[in-house]
């Protein structure tokens, strides 16, 4: 990585840079640095082919504090296995939401020493929040695997409490059901939850609402909704393509 719009820059496992392209053997993913004058750090970090932060590193110097909430992202490769790529998926994107994760336990242990229950609620509420993206990550590792085989190529990106599962595209059918995995896993937890509801009910009805919004959240055009609309639109083409060739 010779200039520096990349520099700072870790590459991950099979990627190779040169002064025209990036290319990752493992994926089959080629950047044209040429297309993509300006856009080929991001582009880069998205797809998981190196880890490191947004911006190139500068001189300046920066407060503590700033350096916290500025995180770098981190890719891997994903391991061989359904399980164990399942277990490598959650240590990795929990290691990613680490920061969150100790904001929230700092609001629990201050609403215990101040005594406010609205506080304790909030911390919940965060970790709730967090957990259910958490599953919702996951449940795409498993679909995938399952769909495409325990040895499919994949990379695991997290960029805070932003993470997500980089892979070839499959079948139509194959594609709808990693992006349905993702929102339905916290669902499937929610319903494992119904025998202990009354033990806590708070906390299983946030965990309910907020696994909810995962599914609702299909119906807009960002995400996994955007993923399945793209299939839709693709099969449709394809009738419409069959049909023009066929002809009356």
């Known amino acids: 990585m010779a200039t520096s719009e990349l520099d700072g820059l870790r590459l991950t496992d099979g990627v190779e840079v040169t002064e025209k392209v990036v290319v990752s053997h ?9 297309v993509n004058p300006g856009r080929t750090r991001a582009l880069v970090l998205d797809l998981g082919l190196a880890s490191g ?21 981190r890719s891997v490769v994903l391991s061989d ?12 994107y929990c290691y990613g939401m680490w920061r969150w994760g100790l904001i929230a336990l700092a609001l629990a242990g201050a609403s215990i020493i101040a005594g406010l229950p609205s506080l304790m609620a909030l911390a919940a509420g965060v970790l709730i929040f967090f957990a259910v993206v958490l599953v919702h990550e996951i449940g795409h590792v498993l679909v995938y695997r399952l769909a495409a085989g325990s040895s499919s190529p994949g990379h ?9 599962l980089v ?7 194959a594609d709808a059901a990693v992006a349905l995995g993702g929102p339905l896993a916290p669902l499937m937890v929610a319903l494992l939850m119904l025998p202990v509801f009354s033990a806590a009910p708070v906390l299983c009805s946030a965990w309910w609402a907020v696994s909810l919004g995962h599914v609702f959240a299909l119906v807009f055009p960002r995400g996994d ?5 793209s299939i839709v639109a693709e099969q449709r083409e394809r009738r419409v393509g069959r049909d023009v060739q066929q002809g009356p």
């Open 26 to 34: 493992y994926l089959g993913v080629v950047i044209d640095r040429q």
């Open 53 to 73: 932060g947004m911006s190139p590193p500068d001189v300046t110097n920066r407060s503590p504090w700033d350096s916290f909430l500025r995180v770098p992202s």
């Open 81 to 92: 296995g359904v399980a164990i790529a399942a277990v490598q998926a959650f240590g990795h």
């Open 156 to 164: 695991l990106v997290s960029r805070g409490a932003t993470c997500h």
């Open 167 to 173: 892979r070839p595209p499959l079948r139509p059918w």
């Open 225 to 229: 909704g955007a993923t399945l609309r």
